[in-house]
């Protein structure tokens, strides 16, 4: 029998969100049903609002979620009823190119739940990056739901669905910061602090944090930020090298999307570093760098998606380090909310006061 929920609605472009009733079909082959317990507020949503990912209105927003496998369809052996999981947004195929090459981290076919779920008019929603977890239930692919250990909070374990595990994974996976690395981080919002979480479980003996405003530097040091640069009061890439005997970081991580901080990111790492993009750029943006300093400096320029995670295996992993309080979720998790509060904590996200509002259901 399809259920009826509550679930948080983009209808039309810059349009506040509105609650609606959102009907969940049973399981198919293949998919999952998810009552959610919590879910955090990410850019993402917003921009899913504004109309800055597609026009596929109405959406039915949220994705950084905790919650427990209520049933599953037929044939389905990832996950089973009573799993306490986090959902994700790659649920790998096991068979495209990449996946038959032993890297499934980067899936070129990822998939989501095949049937779709409608307004009580039959209206068909489209799930953020599909998910959908704004609503006390919710319907995937089963691989999108990763099991991990039930003694985490929900609260905390949503996040690495999406931002957090960006953000570690931009430092670990992508960026390969390793015991004695410097970084730096430029943009310390949810994203970038999670980079500095993730280089300072790496082991890395300077972490930078630049941003513009002081109170996400202060977030930073929070995280493991040995330093910390306000780039609206000096040039950051000067100070970067002061700090760095004059050579410059290991790794740099743009966590932004701008043009101009990637070009900070790019002059401020070591002969033979690296740089990360995790940030995401507008699609209209354009950069220009020195050619030869390219070739010159060596190295390695990154992209690094959704932090280059495997669910599967990142994850339950990550959660230990957590359960252990070797890696601090909780800190992410500046105020907890209802289902009715998301509009506002958009607001509040928009003025840099969060890192992140979690929606607790
Ligand atoms: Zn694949
Ligand atoms: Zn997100």
């Known amino acids: 029998m399809p259920q009826t929920v509550q679930g948080v609605i983009a209808m039309a472009q810059g349009e506040p969100v509105t609650i609606?009733?959102?009907?969940?079909?049973?399981?198919?082959?293949?998919?999952?049903?998810?009552a959610i317990q919590a879910c955090g507020v990410c850019?993402?949503?917003?921009?899913?609002?504004?109309?800055?990912?597609?026009?596929?209105?109405?959406?039915?927003?949220?994705?950084?979620?905790?919650?427990v496998v209520e049933s599953v369809g037929a044939g389905v052996t990832e996950t089973a009823p009573g799993d306490y999981v986090i959902l994700n947004w790659r649920a790998v195929c096991g068979q495209c190119r990449s996946c038959s090459r032993g890297r499934p981290q980067i899936c070129f076919d990822t998939h989501n739940a095949s049937q779709q779920m409608t307004l009580t008019d039959g209206t068909v929603l489209s799930?953020?990056?599909?998910?959908?977890?704004?609503?006390?239930?919710?319907?995937?692919?089963?691989?999108?739901?990763?099991?991990?250990?039930?003694?985490?909070?929900?609260?905390?374990?949503?996040?690495?669905g999406c931002g957090v595990m960006a953000g570690i994974g931009a430092a670990i996976n992508t960026g390969g910061?390793?015991?004695?690395?410097?970084?730096?981080?430029?943009?310390?919002?949810?994203?970038?602090?999670?980079?500095?979480?993730?280089?300072?479980?790496a082991g890395a003996s300077i972490i930078i944090g630049v941003d513009i405003d002081d109170r996400k530097l202060r977030w930073a040091e929070t995280f493991g930020a040995t330093h910390t640069i306000n780039s609206a009061d000096c040039d950051p890439v000067e100070a970067i090298k002061a700090?760095?005997?004059?050579?410059?970081?290991?790794?740099?991580?743009?966590?932004?999307?701008?043009?101009?901080?990637?070009?900070?990111?790019?002059?401020?790492?070591?002969?033979?570093?690296?740089?990360?993009?995790?940030?995401?750029?507008?699609?209209?943006?354009?950069i220009e760098l020195p050619f030869?300093?390219?070739?010159?400096?060596?190295?390695?320029?990154?992209?690094?998606?959704?932090?280059?995670?495997?669910?599967?295996?990142?994850?339950?992993?990550?959660i230990d380090l957590y359960l252990q309080g070797r890696l601090d979720l909780d800190g992410f998790v500046s105020e907890t909310i209802g289902i009715g509060d998301v509009e506002e904590a958009f607001t509040k996200m928009q003025r840099g006061e969060v890192l992140r509002s979690v929606v607790v259901l």
């Open 177 to 201: 910061v390793s015991r004695g690395d410097s970084v730096a981080v430029f943009g310390c919002g949810g994203v970038g602090d999670a980079a500095i979480a993730g280089a300072a479980l």
């Open 127 to 160: 799930p953020a990056l599909g998910i959908g977890a704004f609503a006390e239930k919710t319907l995937v692919a089963a691989g999108q739901c990763t099991k991990i250990n039930p003694s985490a909070a929900p609260t905390a374990a949503g996040l690495l």
């Open 43 to 67: 850019h993402t949503d917003l921009h899913y609002r504004e109309g800055g990912i597609n026009d596929e209105f109405p959406f039915l927003l949220g994705h950084e979620a905790a919650g």
């Open 292 to 318: 030869i300093e390219m070739f010159g400096r060596g190295g390695a320029l990154k992209s690094s998606w959704y932090g280059d995670c495997l669910p599967s295996r990142d994850f339950p992993m990550l």
């Open 243 to 286: 700090l760095t005997n004059g050579n410059g970081v290991d790794v740099a991580i743009e966590a932004i999307g701008l043009p101009e901080t990637y070009r900070q990111a790019f002059e401020s790492r070591d002969l033979a570093g690296t740089v990360v993009l995790v940030g995401v750029p507008h699609p209209d943006m354009t």
């Open 20 to 34: 609606a009733d959102v009907v969940i079909p049973d399981p198919g082959p293949g998919e999952a049903v998810v």
